[in-house]
């Protein structure tokens, strides 16, 4: 069961220090993919829920605001901490009335989604000059990916996302993440989605905070085999498999002859 409120805020655009964004959007507050890795949960501790992160979500109310003057060379991202597509946009369309006011901006608009309800505004994003629309996907096995995020949008139907938004002319990318270490088959995808893409980017599986320990126990229950390499690299903090998987990216999307961009220490590339 999903609890479910609607809030009024004051604001809708936070400024962030992500690599390629100026600003962030986030329409929602929560998410209901459920993903077992949700670096997000994080945000559990400012919304004043006793809910499990994704047993609960908040629309805001987007009706009585004003949309910022946005500059050409500033970025906008829809959403750094909940997906602008998850399942209640369908009812809500918070993200939808938010892309409506912005209609027009200089500025950059880039979506980053796991959710084939993105399609349903084709219409709308391309009315904008300059915006593009990533599709997160870590796997090809669908099987997986509903052990791991089980309420997002099935591969096959990503894929078709994908595939639609390159027929409209719309640019878009991949963003393989997160890569869990000796199971995601990254290449796999590159060959499936070289050709529909303009670029794509990567993000390792970062473990923090709680989800650490929910993300070892799916490990450990279901690919023993591998607890030796998650243990050396989220205890031991040897980073040489990511040094490792990092060359052999580059070389593949050489291969490939695609555009990439690698997204491994975080702390490294945020901006200050």
Known sequence: M?????????????KTKLPDADYVCNPYVGCTHKCIYCYAEFMKRFTNHNYNWGDFIDIKKVSSIKIPEFKENQTILFSSVTDPYN??????EATRKILKKLTGTKAHVEILTKSALVTRDIDLIKQFSNIKVGISMNTLDDKFRKEIE????SVEKRLDVLYKLNAEGINTYVFISPIFP???????????????THYICFENLNLRGSYKGR???YIKNTRTHLLPLYDNIYNKNDNSYWERLKDDILK???????DCRIYFYHDKIKKK
């Open 150 to 153: 089980p309420y997002a949008s």
């Open 2 to 14: 999903i609890h479910i409120s609607e809030v009024q805020v004051k604001e809708l655009f936070s």
């Open 252 to 258: 593949t999307c050489e291969k490939y002859g695609v």
């Open 87 to 92: 399942s209640f946009e369908k009812k809500y």
């Open 182 to 196: 000796g199971i995601c088959d990254y290449e796999s995808i590159i060959e499936k989605i070289y050709k529909h």
């Open 215 to 217: 993300v070892m126990n």
